[in-house]
Nanobody, 126 residues
Framework: QLKLVESGGGLVQPGGSLRLSCAASGFTLAYYAVGWFRQAPGKEREGVSCISKTDGITYYADSVKGRFTVSRDNANNTVYLQMNNLKPEDTAVYYC???????????????????WGQGTQVTVAS
């Protein structure tokens, strides 16, 4: 059974850091590009970052560029999202996904496509 599980979310103060994990089971994550997305209450889902499947090319939304870093750990079948200098506007449920169809923007996903995890809550507040 294909499964993605996100973890590492929590409550952090502004300026703090968290590292999210996206662990795969039932398939080899290294064979897929992996995207990170988030959805805040009352807002549409937005793309945060993605990493390619072969050459490790990364892509970031402008809102997180310079603060977030996506990386792979193929030995552990996991992709990470290191989030530094967190801001209250980063508060959201964060999801990872694979095998989704995207438009010209690799973070713009065709709805209803891909395999998604259940999400992990990130709350940035003092």
């Amino acid at each position: 059974q294909l499964k993605l599980v996100e973890s590492g979310g929590g409550l952090v103060q502004p300026g703090g850091s968290l590292r999210l994990s996206c662990a795969a089971s039932g398939f080899t994550l290294a064979y897929y590009a992996v995207g990170w997305f988030r959805q805040a209450p009352g807002k549409e889902r937005e793309g945060v970052s993605c990493i390619s499947k072969t050459d490790g090319i990364t892509y970031y939304a402008d809102s997180v560029k310079g603060r977030f870093t996506v990386s792979r750990d193929n030995a552990n079948n996991t992709v990470y999202l290191q989030m530094n200098n967190l801001k209250p506007e980063d508060t959201a449920v964060y999801y990872c996904a694979v095998d989704y169809v995207h438009f010209a923007d690799p973070l713009e996903v065709l709805p209803g496509t891909g395999y998604w995890g259940q999400g992990t809550q990130v709350t940035v507040a003092s």
